[in-house]
């Protein structure tokens, strides 16, 4: 994998759309300060992932837009793009080539792309991860960040390990687990809250729901005896009708078996005349192709053995990716299930939420113009706290103006005496007097500028107002002649003074007015309260409604967010299953094709053998079987006669039963018209009703106690048993949601402590190759000494920080912050190298890190380079001419047109003629 190109459009100086195409080994840009080659090194950072603008010397987002030139409008977005070759697929795409790329507008929205298709920043990140490359990996390399890594705390260094050993993969899905395992808990106090107060309501409609299931007892004992009486009759036809059909079934099939065997014997016959008349014809092609059949057998053997090696080989490999991919199904089956039960239970609590604020909507009616006055009121309160705020900020920059005018006071009385200093000797006795007032009075304002710093404004007023400076006019006044400066410096109506002046008038003023409308604000909020305590009356009408509504709104918000949190975890599963399968597909198809193949083949193989066998056997049985259809022919001609005249005794048999079983329907027609009318059913819902006769008196019997019972029970709550049910099912619900939360949360811990283990096995073994690469590497670029790499807390290698120790040669052990600047390059030149030992970044961009080296620091630089150029790309922008002497390819960058940087592909002999930093031609 290497960078192929990237292309720049406004991305700070770049104006116009610039292609720079990148080869395996080393590249140089070059060109003069200023023309814009740091810009490269930044957009590199930007476009994979860099979020803040100071990292890539910029305020904010906006600035790295073109902001245009006297001869050229700003530009509204800006864009970088690099391409990528993967073909060796280390990056999780299978494509050649990747291109990543990266737009930001003036409006602040930001594009995220991968092959020109819109994604997260979290997916570029991931993309990435654990290949060395990526804003914050060691893939990027500069002056400011060789100091970072040699100044800053041990605990900061730890990422360029963490980034070699490939654990940042692990760290992401950490910090994810741990943001799921918070999310856990507050989901299972929310829960366990909810459980309670439905298991209240629950118990209490238990009670009701009992009384009301006896009361429908009742009722259907009661309906259920006066229909068994009414269905006695009806048995009685039903069942009359139903030996009539029986019987008239029973004559059909005789008729139907007897009309099917008469078709049949004359469909027989016409078959085997055709059948003896092309027997013979067909006998004769089949001996024809029995040879023929021979050969393609021996071919199709040989085909489907070469093709059942090739299955064996991908059904092993399809094997291994079913196993990943039932995995993660199962996990994802769980996941949508719990899905599906909580959007059913969002549906419920909805509706429950809008039936409530119907409810609410006319009581709120009441309490709208009390409402309206509040927040006219509140208005005015905001637009004076706006005006308040403006006033202030109005103040601040006024306090920033009096601090520089100080520093102005400070800048003009250093110059005066620095040219005192060169006065003539008689002045001197003069001079040393202004020149003891002068410090006295630098001292004073030093101090001024402090407190303003500290924002103890009125305190530096008070200072500077309480100077004595008469005695210093005096001599000025006397040496004004040779020195008159002072006097406009200091005394000046247009000069510092004068201006001090006038902002501490304007500062007063300003804070005058914002006294005036603090007491406009104090004013309006008394009507507020005046007004909510008139509100408060009304709230009382609704607090009971609103308590249910808070609370179906919190069940409704825990759904939504439980919701949200499945859907992320279930895009995670699928496109881990995605990936996968796209695997297995390309197996599977290839299976499938020669599966498809054989069973081409082995079908052909099989129709050979049986018809060759077949037409073995044919030939030989001809005569006979041609005898034997000529009997055949004539034995059914004489059954077919018999069996036609017994078909039509047969019909006439079934129209008789049909009349009787038209005079039953209609008896049983009738019971059905008078069980609709009385209790509103059909028949055919009252089928297993049937009982003896003998059971009538019991029956009457029951019905009379029946209604006395009901009358004994008094009102009954109908719909008790339904709200106990909803209840019931809620709760449960709720129990199966809590059960899977603790299950989900030792799942979570689970998984954190076999991320823990693995990252501190990874990064350990990391630390030690790194530590031995680094103390090789420091000897061979300083020619001697030595250097050591340590944890600061062994037995927490996830959280230790990493000290390095040095000794150059011929020196004592140093602390790095001691080391002169070149010797601070080549220690953390030795750090990065050690690191590509271990694990090389595809491509490497290095700004000016050569700038602090020796000529003879340079050499073993430039060596060490070309030796790891053979495993990683690098792209190096330098002035040196000895480090651009081994660029494979060169770009030199140049501002021809001002403030508009352009790429020139330069040859080496060109830039050998030229002073290093000379424009390019």
Known sequence: MFLKSMEIFGFKSFADKTLISFEPGITVIVGPNGCGKSNIVDSIKWVLGEKQAKNIRGEKMEDIIFSGTDNRKPLSLSEVSITIDNTNRILSLDSDTVTVSRRVFRDGESEYLINKSPVRLKDIEQLFMDTGIGKSAYSVMEQGKIDMILSNRAEDRRYIFEEAAGISRYKFQKKESLKRLEETGSNLDRINDIVKEIEREKDLKAKQAERTKVYFSYIASLRENDIRLNMLRYDEQKKRKVRQEADIERLRKERDALSARVSKISAENERDEKYKNDIQLELFELDKKLHTYRIKVEDIDSRTDKNRRLIDEHRRRKEAIGKNIDERAESLDRLREDMKKSEQAGVEIRHKISEDRERLGNIFDMRKKKIQSVHEARDRIETARNEIKGNDGKIEEMRGALEKVIKRLIDAIERRKAELAGSEEERQRVRERIDGSLAYLEKALNEAARMLGDGRADDARALLMGLDIGALRGDIERFESFEDGFRSILFDRTGVHAEKEQLDGSIRELESVNYRLNDEIAGLEKRIQEDQAELENITVMITKIEKDLSKNENEREWIEKHLKSLGHQIKDVERQIFQYREDLARSEKTIEGLLKEIEEWEAKLVDFNEKTEGLKRDIADTTEKRSEIETKITRRKDTSKREAEQLAKLNERIGDHEK??????????????????????????????????????????????????????????????????????????????????????????????????????????????????????????????????????????????????????????????????????????????????????????????????????????????????????????????????????????????????????????????????APAP
């Open 660 to 917: 009787l079983l038209v005079e039953t329907g209609f008896k049983l027609n009738n019971i059905e018209e008078y069980l609709w009318t009385e209790y509103e059913k059909k028949v055919s819902e009252l089928s297993k009703t049937s009982v003896d006769e003998s059971m009538l008196p019991e029956i009457q019997k029951s019905i009379q106690e029946l209604k006395k019972n009901i009358q004994d029970l008094g009102p009954i709550n109908n719909l008790a048993i339904e709200e106990y049910r909803d209840l019931k099912k809620r709760f449960e619900y709720y129990i199966d949601q809590r059960r899977d939360i603790e299950k989900a949360r030792e799942d979570i811990l689970s998984v954190i402590q076999d991320i823990n283990r693995t990252s501190v096995e990874m990064l350990l073994s990391t630390f030690k190759d790194i530590q031995k690469n680094f103390s090789e590497i420091f000897k061979q670029l300083f020619e001697g000494g030595s250097a050591s790499l340590e944890l600061t807390d062994p037995e927490n290698i996830l959280e230790s920080g990493i000290e390095i120790f040095v000794r150059p040669p011929g020196k004592k052990l140093k602390n790095i912050n001691l080391l002169s600047g070149g010797e601070r390059a080549l220690t953390a030149t030795a750090l990065l190298f050690a690191t590509y030992m271990v694990k090389p970044s595809p491509f490497c961009f290095l700004d000016e890190i050569d700038a602090p080296l020796d000529e003879e620091n340079i050499g073993r630089f430039v060596k060490m380079m070309q030796q790891f150029s053979r495993t990683s790309q690098f792209v190096i922008v330098t002035h040196n001419k000895k480090t651009m002497s081994i660029g494979e390819s060169i770009y030199g960058i140049t501002m021809e047109e001002p403030g508009v940087s352009k790429v020139l592909s330069l040859r080496m002999e060109k830039i050998e003629k030229k002073p290093v930093g």
